[in-house]
């Protein structure tokens, strides 16, 4: 039997839905088939950025899952469209929320250019993730620039990682603590308004690729501060965790999106072969 999701949404939902429901799929020794729906959100596979995860087979695409895998769902009951963006419920605010991360592993140059920047930064650093852009428009400012500033302020002379995706906000940060702000590359100006990049679809700044560098430098804190209700600082939040690197000092806390989920037991169907699990002999 193989449990099946669609991973929608940006890169840090959709890591999420994947490690909770492969850790959900092996508890009943089962793998997991994942479709990582492609789109504005998140336009890199996971391939990409990541090493094949044991158990799991990744699929791509914009929309519909293959025909094969579709027909098998409808046969056995599924839900061919089914959309995951946030934790298994099982798994949700338990401690394997945060030790399922340990599965994850970037590929070398994703690591190679985290260390860079952590080098930049001279190894003992504070990191913030000030999640901006279409995040505002969704939730609100929960987290205005003044808190991070504080925070920023209060660990000086600390040098400053600034994760972010808005070039606008950087620029900021690099105005306020010239001396402090260390690693992070100039994000180049949006071309056009942020109004019609939202309504394309585009408001984020920064690329997939920069994204999971920017999560893994974060990680390498002495202390981090992320974004109220964004998914990318929660996972900041528990690899720090995971790795054991979380601190008194940190300030974020992992809450829920309060996303739908659906009963595993609807959507784990009898798919095609599709080969033995990964690091498995064919």
Same mark, same amino acid.
């Given at each position: 039997?193989?449990?099946?999701? &669609?991973?929608? *949404?940006?890169? &840090?939902?959709?890591l999420?839905?994947?490690?909770?429901?492969?850790?959900?799929?092996?508890?009943?020794?089962?793998?997991?088939?994942?479709?990582?729906r492609?789109?504005?959100a &998140?336009d890199?596979?996971f391939?990409?950025?990541?090493?094949?995860? =044991?158990?799991?087979?990744?699929?791509?695409?914009?929309?519909?899952?293959? =025909?094969?895998?579709?027909e098998a769902?409808?046969?056995?009951?599924g *839900?061919?469209?089914?959309?995951?963006?946030? $934790?298994?419920?099982?798994?949700?605010y338990?401690? +394997?929320?945060?030790?399922?991360y *340990?599965?994850? $592993?970037?590929l070398?140059p994703?690591?190679a250019?985290?260390?860079?920047?952590?080098?930049? &930064?001279?190894g003992?650093?504070?990191?913030?993730?000030?999640?901006?852009?279409d995040?505002?428009?969704?939730?609100g400012?929960?987290?205005?620039?003044?808190?991070?500033? +504080?925070?920023?302020?209060?660990r000086?002379?600390? =040098?400053i990682?600034c994760a972010?995706?808005? *070039?606008? +906000?950087?620029?900021?940060?690099g105005?306020?603590?010239?001396?402090?702000?260390?690693?992070?590359?100039?994000?180049?100006?949006?071309a056009?308004?942020e109004?019609e990049?939202?309504?394309?679809?585009?408001?984020?700044?920064?690329?997939?690729?920069?994204?999971?560098?920017?999560?893994?430098?974060?990680?390498e804190?002495?202390?981090f501060?992320? +974004?109220?209700m964004s998914?990318?600082s929660?996972?900041?939040?528990?690899?720090?965790?995971?790795?054991?690197?979380?601190?008194?000092?940190?300030?974020?806390?992992?809450?829920?999106?309060?996303?739908?989920?659906y009963? =595993?037991?609807?959507?784990?169907v009898a798919?095609p072969?599709?080969?033995?699990?990964?690091?498995?002999?064919?």
């Amino acid at each position: 039997m193989v449990d099946f999701i &669609c991973a929608e *949404a940006g890169l &840090c939902n959709k890591l999420r839905s994947v490690l909770s429901y492969r850790e959900a799929a092996v508890q009943r020794g089962r793998r997991l088939v994942v479709l990582w729906r492609l789109g504005a959100a &998140c336009d890199s596979p996971f391939e990409d950025l990541f090493e094949p995860l =044991p158990g799991v087979v990744m699929l791509h695409g914009l929309g519909e899952l293959p =025909p094969a895998h579709r027909e098998a769902l409808a046969a056995g009951g599924g *839900a061919a469209k089914a959309s995951v963006y946030d $934790s298994h419920p099982s798994i949700k605010y338990t401690e +394997t929320e945060a030790t399922m991360y *340990a599965a994850l $592993s970037p590929l070398p140059p994703v690591r190679a250019a985290a260390a860079a920047n952590v080098a930049a &930064c001279g190894g003992a650093f504070v990191a913030v993730h000030m999640r901006r852009t279409d995040h505002t428009a969704m939730f609100g400012d929960r987290t205005p620039d003044e808190a991070f500033f +504080t925070f920023l302020e209060e660990r000086a002379p600390l =040098p400053i990682f600034c994760a972010t995706d808005n *070039a606008l +906000t950087l620029r900021e940060v690099g105005r306020r603590f010239p001396l402090r702000l260390r690693g992070a590359a100039p994000i180049p100006e949006p071309a056009g308004g942020e109004a019609e990049r939202e309504a394309e679809g585009e408001a984020r700044h920064t690329s997939v690729e920069r994204a999971a560098v920017d999560l893994l430098t974060c990680v390498e804190a002495t202390a981090f501060m992320g +974004t109220y209700m964004s998914s990318f600082s929660d996972a900041i939040a528990l690899l720090r965790r995971a790795r054991g690197l979380d601190t008194s000092d940190d300030r974020h806390v992992v809450r829920s999106l309060g996303g739908k989920h659906y009963d =595993p037991d609807v959507h784990s169907v009898a798919l095609p072969p599709l080969g033995p699990p990964a690091g498995e002999p064919g």
